[in-house]
């Protein structure tokens, strides 16, 4: 009998130092894996070892599954883009380079809406007043611009589009009708809160819907704009 409670006790003493072990593994895992999951994970796991304590089974120690180790708390920052900008455009144009004598400041607004490695680009513009024998309006102007280096900060485009406007000369009405157009640009913020750019607009007017005297040639305007 006294043999018996002897192999009893051992065996008792050995499922002791047994779990004694196994805590000891558990506080080391706990220390690797940081604290964010110790609450949990140590009111699971000693439940389970209490629970060893009564039971015949040997003790395994599992490894910890991958996820755990590589647990990585989600970033709480986000990246905010913009994908469409309001702006308001200074500009310098001639009215027509083939008979180029005078520059006649001009003013626009517009609405920039960014589409993946391009964006549209809807504006009305207007050039020169009743100080200057040239004037140039556009309303609207629709273009596609397409970005050389669509994810940098910074990126050249080229572009071209279709406006609805008219070309004044000396107080007449030489043209109105559909302007054509091609622009180069560079912008300085791309896919920030604010938008900044340069840009060199060539247009020609094409079909008139009214038209007199010689026909417009093409028309320059370069611009500075600036947009939230």
Known sequence: MNSFFCRVQRCHFKKILQ???????????????????????????????????FTDAPLTVLSSPEPLLNDKMPSQEMTVSKHGYFYLRFATADSDLAYANSLCPGLGLGYRRLANDGAIDISINGNGSSHYSKRLWTAPKVSYLHYLTPNGEKSAYIGAGLAWGGVDLEKRRDFIGIIPSATFGFEFAHKSPLLGFAELNISQPAIPLEQRGRFPGPIAEFSIGAGF
């Open 19 to 53: 779990l004694f072990y196994f805590q000891l593994l558990i506080i080391l895992y706990l220390f690797v894996t940081g604290r964010k999951t110790m609450n949990k994970i140590l009111i699971s796991i000693l439940t389970g070892a209490a629970a060893f304590g």
